[in-house]
């Protein structure tokens, strides 16, 4: 009963801002999206999308009048983009590029060196340096090519650090050493000088020994010349974990180092099931989060993992957990939503 009473509510809410009922002011107009509002600060504010979700018209909608910039989820990852050695696809992240063209929406790039997703071609076998050099160069420099003056931004390195701060142990470092996160970025600036090049991470949103590792390395390479412009906080936050509450201050160090930051992959997951507490607590978390970067002035966009629970990555990862997005699996706007909402303000 007390559910459905909720669920009625959810409904009429999002009736009324579909409708521009909600405010009087606004009677005969249309409510200003998340993105209108973002914009009004300079900000952007994003989702995440991924191929198969596409065919959903009714996601597509929402996803399309929203947001102004799309994140492919996979679509321009290494396994996607190269299959086989030399021989590139841009079947998938060409269709969410043209999708946000269309909607005049601007494209987050992901991911062009990280250590998942990659294929089989590329981990099943042995690499000389020189030989791996000379592959991510090529890849780099193929897709960042292919996507010239279409994208915003790249995530060039994704997850380089372990949690401890130390340099992740994958294929790239093992084989290449720690000079490939220079190099990478040296080459991605040549093939595209005006995208804005980022290393994004997960639990970097904290001041701490990871965030510390990032702050270190950005430091050495400004003073290198090398072509880095923002640091990328993915934000994938959880409840039962607690807030970052060093977040402002973690976004205001990196811009006194001449970088953007941005929220890049933000959702706040919980232990199902989903209370109207703990939904209001995510609410707190995600009115917190935009108002972190607001007050930060080069922290330049948040965007959202996928804004729907409908196509959240969550459940399958951590089972038992999930219902980490703004919109519920129905596509209606949840307490998170509308405090995004008070806090673009
Ligand atoms: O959203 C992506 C999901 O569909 C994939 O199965 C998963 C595989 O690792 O990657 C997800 O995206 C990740 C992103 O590329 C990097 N940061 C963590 C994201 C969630 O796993």
């Given at each position: 009963m007390r559910k459905n009473r909720l669920r009625l509510v959810g409904v009429l809410a999002a009736v009324l801002v579909a409708t521009g009922i909600g405010s009087p002011a606004q009677a005969s107009h249309k409510q200003p999206t998340l993105a209108d509002l973002a914009e009004r600060h300079g900000r952007y504010f994003g989702s995440a999308t991924d191929n198969p979700e596409l065919t959903d018209t009714a996601y597509k909608a929402l996803l399309g009048s929203e947001f102004d910039m799309i994140t492919p989820g996979n679509g321009m990852k290494w396994y996607a983009t190269e299959p086989q050695q030399g021989v590139f696809d841009w079947t998938n992240g060409d269709e969410i590029v043209d999708l946000a063209r269309s909607k005049h929406q601007r494209v987050r790039a992901h991911t062009l060196v990280w250590h998942s997703q990659l294929p089989s071609w590329l981990t099943g076998r042995e690499w000389t340096a020189g030989e791996l050099r000379a592959v991510l160069k090529k890849h780099i420099q193929t897709e960042v090519r292919h996507y010239r003056g279409k994208v915003y931004s790249w995530d060039v390195v994704n997850e380089a650090f372990n949690e401890d701060g130390t340099y992740r142990e994958t294929l790239w470092y093992k084989t290449l050493g720690p000079g490939y996160i220079a190099d990478a970025l040296r080459w991605a600036h040549q093939a595209d000088p005006h995208a804005k090049l980022y290393v994004n991470d997960y639990n970097i949103e904290a001041v701490g020994p990871k965030s510390d590792a990032y702050y270190a390395l950005a430091k050495e390479l400004k003073a290198q010349r090398v072509p880095l412009d923002g640091i990328g906080l993915q934000a994938h936050l959880a409840l039962q974990y607690g807030y970052p509450t060093t977040l402002e201050d973690n976004l205001r160090r990196f811009s006194r180092l001449g970088l953007d930051t941005a929220l890049t992959e933000v959702d706040v997951r919980m232990i199902l099931p989903a209370t109207d507490e703990k939904l209001a607590q995510q609410a707190d978390w995600y009115r917190d989060l935009t108002e972190a970067c607001l007050a930060?002035?080069?922290?330049?966009g948040v965007t959202v993992w996928d804004y729907t629970d409908k196509y959240s990555w969550i459940p399958a990862f951590f089972p038992g957990e999930g219902a980490a997005l703004p919109w519920d699996e129905q596509l209606l706007p949840k307490p998170a939503y509308f405090a995004i909402r008070d806090a673009l303000k």
């Open positions: 930060v002035r080069r922290c330049v």
